[in-house]
C-alpha cells in the first residue's frame, strides 16, 4: 500500500509542475469559494489520510490517474541549475520547471524510451582561462559531431546527439531564457519557445549552447551564491557558446574574406552564415582580441541608433530538438491500436495528453499556455460510477501533435 507521505509527494510536485499554488488546488478539491491551502499543506506532508474519494479529487484536479499518485516516490537525484538563490529568476518559476522535469525523467523511464547517453566532456582546466574555454568549446562540438569549421546547423539537435533532453520553456524566467540541470545524470534543458513577442531564431540557438556550456563547464560546481559568482560563471558561459557557436579560426578566416573591417555590414553577412546575433558578434570579436573595448562601445551605439537592440536584421530562423519526439513515436508504434504517441505515452504513465504534448511543443508561446489550468473551474463533478468505485473522471483535453 502506497503511504501518504508518498502520495503527498507526487501530490506536490504534480502541482509545481501545473504552476498552480496550494490554495488553487484546495479550491478545485474542495470548491469552496474561499481558498485555503491547510489541507493541500496537510496532504503533501503525509499528515492527512487519504481515502479513495479524495484520491479520485486529487487525480481531477491534477489531471492524472489515481494510479499515477499511487505509483510511490520516483527517487531521481536532481542538481539544481545555475541561478543565483532565486536572486536571479522567480523562485516559484523555477521550483515549477524542475518538477515538471522530474515528471519527465519518469515518464521517459516508465516508458523505456532509448536515450542517447550523456556525451558531454566534463571541464577540469582552469575556469579563468578563456582560451582553455575555447580548446573545451572544440571538444565538445567533436562530441556533437560537428565538423571543426563546420557551422552548427540545428543547434537544438547538436545537443540531442548529445544526450541532452530538450524541453520547451513557456513560463518566464526572469531574464534567462534557459535553464540546465541533471537528473540522475541525464542533462535536462529548458529553452525558450517563441513568444508573441517573438524570441528570435539566434537567441534561441545562443541559450542551448549556453546551456550545454553549464553542463560541461560547471558540473562540480554549485549554483552561484553572490551576484559576482553568478556573473563569473554567466560570462564562462557565454565565451563557451560563443565558441561553440563560431570557433576562432573560420569566423576569422570569414570575417578576412569579407574585407577584414568589423563593421555592421560585415557582422550582418557573418551573422547570416553563422546563425549568431549582431550583438553577440561584436563580443565575439572582443574575446578574439581583434576589437578593443572603446571599438565595441562605438559598434553598440551604432547598433542602438539603427533600432537593433529589439530587432536585428538577418532573421533566423527558430529550430526544435527532435529526440523526444521520435522516441514517442517509436514507442507508438509498438502499440498499433493507438494513433498518437502523445496518447500512447498519457494513457500508459496515467497523465494529461496536455502534459505530455507541451514537452515537443514548439510552436509560439500564449498567454493561455503560462500553466496548466485547474479544471472545471474549480469544481470537481464526479460521475455516479466514479462516486461508487472511487475512481475521479479526468477530463479529456484533445492536443495537436506538432
Known amino acids: 500500500m502506497t503511504s501518504p507521505a508518498a502520495i503527498g509527494e507526487r501530490v506536490r510536485v504534480l502541482r509545481l509542475a501545473a504552476n498552480i499554488s496550494q490554495s488553487e488546488l484546495a479550491r478545485a478539491i474542495t470548491g469552496r469559494d474561499v481558498p485555503s491551502n491547510k489541507l493541500v499543506s496537510q496532504i503533501e506532508n503525509g499528515r492527512h489520510p487519504i481515502d479513495d474519494d479524495l484520491l479520485s479529487t486529487l487525480a481531477i484536479g491534477l489531471q492524472c490517474t489515481p494510479e499515477f499518485l499511487l505509483r510511490g516516490r520516483h527517487d531521481a537525484v536532481s542538481t539544481r541549475p545555475w541561478l543565483r538563490a532565486y536572486a536571479d529568476a522567480n523562485a516559484k518559476t523555477v521550483d515549477s520547471v524542475m518538477a515538471d522535469d522530474l515528471i519527465a525523467h519518469e515518464v521517459i523511464t516508465t516508458l523505456q524510451l532509448k536515450r542517447i547517453p550523456d556525451q558531454i566532456p566534463l571541464f577540469h582546466d582552469d575556469l579563468n582561462d578563456g582560451d582553455a574555454i575555447e580548446r573545451f568549446a572544440d571538444e565538445v562540438r567533436v562530441a556533437a559531431d560537428i565538423a571543426p569549421d563546420a557551422v552548427v546547423g540545428n543547434a537544438m539537435r547538436?545537443?540531442?546527439?548529445?544526450?541532452?533532453?530538450?524541453?520547451?520553456?513557456?513560463?518566464?524566467?526572469?531574464?534567462?531564457?534557459?535553464?540546465?540541470?541533471?537528473?540522475?545524470?541525464?542533462?535536462?534543458?529548458?529553452?525558450?519557445?517563441?513568444?508573441?513577442?517573438?524570441?528570435?531564431?539566434?537567441?534561441?540557438?545562443?541559450?542551448?549552447?549556453?546551456?550545454?556550456?553549464?553542463?560541461?563547464?560547471?558540473?562540480?560546481?554549485?549554483?552561484?551564491?553572490?551576484?559576482?559568482?553568478?556573473?563569473?560563471?554567466?560570462?564562462?558561459?557565454?565565451?563557451?557558446?560563443?565558441?561553440?557557436?563560431?570557433?576562432?579560426?573560420?569566423?576569422?578566416?570569414?570575417?578576412?574574406?569579407?574585407?577584414?573591417?568589423?563593421?555592421?555590414?560585415?557582422?550582418?553577412?557573418?551573422?547570416?552564415?553563422?546563425?549568431?546575433?549582431?550583438?553577440?558578434?561584436?563580443?565575439?570579436?572582443?574575446?578574439?582580441?581583434?576589437?578593443?573595448?572603446?571599438?565595441?562601445?562605438?559598434?553598440?551605439?551604432?547598433?542602438?541608433?539603427?533600432?537593433?537592440?529589439?530587432?536585428?536584421?538577418?532573421?533566423?530562423?527558430?529550430?526544435?530538438?527532435?529526440w523526444l519526439q521520435r522516441a514517442l513515436d517509436r514507442r507508438a508504434r509498438t502499440e498499433p491500436a493507438i494513433e498518437e504517441a502523445v496518447t500512447i505515452a498519457a494513457r500508459v504513465v496515467g497523465l494529461s495528453e496536455r502534459m505530455v504534448s507541451r514537452w515537443i511543443d514548439w510552436s509560439s508561446v500564449s498567454s493561455e499556455d503560462v500553466a496548466l489550468p485547474i479544471p472545471l473551474e474549480g469544481r470537481i463533478r464526479r460521475t455516479p460510477s466514479s462516486r461508487r468505485e472511487g475512481h475521479g473522471e479526468v477530463t479529456p483535453i484533445s492536443s495537436r501533435r506538432r
Open 158 to 322: 547538436a545537443a540531442d546527439r548529445l544526450g541532452c533532453v530538450v524541453l520547451p520553456l513557456v513560463s518566464e524566467l526572469g531574464r534567462h531564457l534557459g535553464m540546465s540541470h541533471r537528473i540522475d545524470g541525464v542533462p535536462f534543458v529548458r529553452v525558450s519557445r517563441p513568444g508573441e513577442g517573438g524570441v528570435p531564431g539566434d537567441r534561441q540557438r545562443f541559450t542551448i549552447a549556453h546551456e550545454i556550456g553549464h553542463l560541461g563547464l560547471h558540473s562540480h560546481m554549485p549554483p552561484p551564491a553572490t551576484a559576482a559568482d553568478a556573473q563569473r560563471i554567466e560570462r564562462q558561459a557565454h565565451r563557451f557558446a560563443s565558441a561553440f557557436l563560431a570557433p576562432a579560426q573560420p569566423l576569422i578566416e570569414d570575417w578576412e574574406r569579407l574585407g577584414g573591417r568589423v563593421t555592421l555590414s560585415t557582422l550582418a553577412e557573418l551573422k547570416a552564415t553563422w546563425g549568431i546575433a549582431i550583438k553577440a558578434l561584436v563580443v565575439r570579436f572582443q574575446q578574439l582580441g581583434i576589437i578593443d573595448a572603446d571599438q565595441a562601445t562605438s559598434l553598440y551605439k551604432q547598433i542602438s541608433k539603427r533600432g537593433w537592440n529589439k530587432h536585428e536584421p538577418v532573421p533566423t530562423t527558430n529550430e526544435e530538438p527532435i
